[in-house]
């Protein structure tokens, strides 16, 4: 029986993390544009009339994220939303590997 609980809770706990993985670039782009509004220009700044939207600009903030610049901001707020951003996904697919594991081991 615990083991059933602790298999439900390492999918739950990894749920919550690719969840929390996918929010926080929003979280931080928020933090961005109320905070740094010259640095957010440069994000939504594609060199042409129109600013970046939708995909071009999830892409733009994917790339803004895996570079180092969010730590050259030095914000203890965005820093913090950005370590929780990198470590969540490393978390959660460890959390589910964890749980095949525990799957492929009890059916021995």
Known sequence: MILVVVYIGL???GLA???????????I?????????????VIVDTGSAQAAHGPQLWLRMQSV?????????????ITRLWRRWRY???????CWVAALAMQWFSRS
Request: proline share 6%.
């Open 11 to 13: 999918l739950v706990i």
């Open 17 to 27: 993390c690719f969840i929390t993985h996918a929010v926080l670039p929003f979280r």
């Open 29 to 41: 782009a928020k933090h961005l544009r109320e905070d740094y509004p010259q640095h957010w220009k």
């Open 65 to 77: 994220l895996r570079s180092p610049a969010i730590a050259a901001i030095d914000d203890a707020a």
């Open 88 to 94: 969540s996904q490393w978390l959660a697919w460890a």
